[in-house]
């Protein structure tokens, strides 16, 4: 399909929550209307309408230091297999050229086979993972910590400020920053499971005991996105009753801008990075 073919590329706005929440909910993806809210607000989403119903987005969220991140990717499935979503990502991508940025994503596997063609790279494996956690909770919560030191070890494993986004996930009823032993995470409201990401800690033992800690002060569903490469943690989590829901790649488009200085045990979310 030629890139002027088709339905309009617009540019969607707040009141539009609603309408992207149902096209998430549709991918069984766990985010809140809360967490379109942040894309409308303080990034670009892109989105085609047929007729009224709103059938794809796609969201370019700028990050410090000339990064951005591309997001909420999403087709009704009415709706795929005719190019929506390979131009809903080019104009991300133009957005981001324009605006010198570069761009990464964390790509389920049906996306890494639309992003792949359009000159992404593949940059590290995430790994999805749930605790069903019914049990009712059976301990306190782990000490809190503060938004500053959850944002100043963000920096330095990301290479970029993200106290924005942070500062409004830790502003939502529900969320919490706790921390034990050098390990710091923070707890958020999904639509099906609470979130637990980004955490940092300074070994595999440390970032265990901490999920551990919270899942049994928490006794509802959770859900964390781990790197693949931290091979200790995502073992213990397996042994410990977490199952591995499906993988993430993480892709860039662009040179690197940042370098890390380590690297996390779970992330923000594939959405977020
Ligand atoms: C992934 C998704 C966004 C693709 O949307 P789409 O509009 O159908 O994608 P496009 O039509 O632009 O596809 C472009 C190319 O990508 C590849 N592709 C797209 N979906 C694919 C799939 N499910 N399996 C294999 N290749 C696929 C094909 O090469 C396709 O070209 P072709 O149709 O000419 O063969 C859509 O399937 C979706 O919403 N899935 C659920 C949510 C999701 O996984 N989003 C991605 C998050 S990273």
């Known amino acids: 399909m030629d890139a002027t073919d088709g339905p309009a590329v617009i540019k969607l706005g707040v009141e539009d929550a609603m309408a992207g929440l149902v096209l998430s909910t549709e991918a069984r993806w766990n985010q809140t209307e809360d967490d379109w809210r942040v894309f409308l607000h303080d990034g670009i989403v892109f989105g085609i309408r047929d007729g009224m119903r709103l059938v794809a987005t796609a969201a370019l ?139 940092l800690a300074d070994n595999a033992a440390a970032a265990l005991a901490l999920v551990n800690a919270i899942a049994q002060s928490e006794g509802s569903p959770l859900l964390l996105d781990a790197v693949a490469s931290q091979t200790a943690f995502l073992e213990g989590l397996t042994a410990s009753g977490w199952t591995i829901e499906r993988p993430f790649q993480r892709m860039r488009f662009g040179s690197a801008t940042a370098t890390g200085e380590e690297v996390p045990f779970a992330v923000a979310g594939p959405e977020f990075g």
Request: net charge positive; glycine share 8%.
């Open 61 to 199: 969220l700028p990050y410090s230091g000339n990064n951005a991140w591309i997001s909420m990717v999403l087709v009704s499935g009415t709706h795929r297999r005719r190019g929506l979503a390979t131009r809903l990502v080019d104009a991300c991508l133009e957005t981001a050229r324009t605006n010198g940025l570069t761009s990464w994503l964390d790509a389920t596997p049906d996306g890494a086979a639309v992003y792949g063609p359009l000159g992404f790279a593949p940059v590290l494996q995430l790994r999805r993972l749930r605790l069903v956690n019914s049990d009712r909770a059976s301990a306190q919560a782990p000490a809190a910590a503060t938004l500053d030191s959850l944002c100043t070890r963000d920096r330095r494993a990301n290479g970029f400020d993200r106290t924005t986004l942070l500062s409004k996930f830790a502003q939502r009823s529900g969320s919490r920053i706790v921390s034990a032993n050098g390990a710091i995470a923070l707890v958020r409201e999904g639509r099906t499971a609470r979130h637990i990401g980004p955490l």
